[in-house]
């Protein structure tokens, strides 16, 4: 798993390919050939909404709003 902290260091380009990447784990999931380990998949969902959010702060120039704001 990517952390969040090893994401905001990452290039928008390495983003970018990271997103793909692990939508590319999540369709072979899906479609029969990525095997039976569930943890994969929700570890790839949740490194691809990492990556998204942190491309979605950087090109929106806000920080991030937390649960108590």
Request: net charge positive; proline share 1%; charged share 40%.
């Amino acid at each position: 798993m990517t952390k969040m902290n090893e994401i905001k260091k990452m290039k928008d380009t390495e983003l970018a390919s990271l997103v793909k990447d692990k939508r590319e784990i999540l369709r072979n999931f899906r479609f029969g050939t990525g095997g039976k380990d569930v943890g994969v998949m929700r570890e790839a969902r949740k490194d691809i909404a990492r990556s998204l959010t942190e491309l979605k702060t950087r090109t929106s120039g806000e920080s991030p709003k937390t649960k108590s704001e």
